[in-house]
């Protein structure tokens, strides 16, 4: 089955455990308050979207693509970055709460960390 594109929708205050995202490509997707935390996001591709205040603590991230994806003020305890996909991975993180999470091995030549 190949994957929607999925554009420029704004998502609030999901729970995405209870209701998972479907495995699409997101891309200038909007996701506010929404709660990944141990989620399942294995497989996904988010190109140009931003998260606000969400919660992505213990997120599976297995082969996912985020790319120029912005993270606003989230909480990403214990992520393992080196588990997504690095093809073209660009990362901009603003006040974030990244403890225990690990980027090991990866180029970060694209990635911003702000405070």
């Known amino acids: 089955m190949s994957q929607k594109i999925i554009e420029s929708i704004s998502f609030t205050n999901i729970n995405f455990l209870i209701k998972p995202l479907a495995q699409n490509e997101y891309e200038k997707c909007k996701f506010t308050s929404c709660i990944f935390s141990e989620a399942d996001l294995t497989d996904l591709i988010f190109i140009d979207c931003e998260f606000k205040s969400c919660d992505f603590s213990m ?22 970055f080196n588990n997504c996909d690095a093809f073209l991975l660009a990362l901009n993180f603003e006040d974030c709460k990244l403890n225990l999470s690990s ?3 990866l180029k970060l030549k694209k990635t911003e960390f702000i405070n």
């Open 59 to 80: 997120a599976k991230i297995i082969n996912t693509s985020f790319r120029g994806s912005k993270f606003i003020n989230c909480k990403m305890l214990g992520l393992n």
């Open 103 to 105: 980027f090991y091995k």
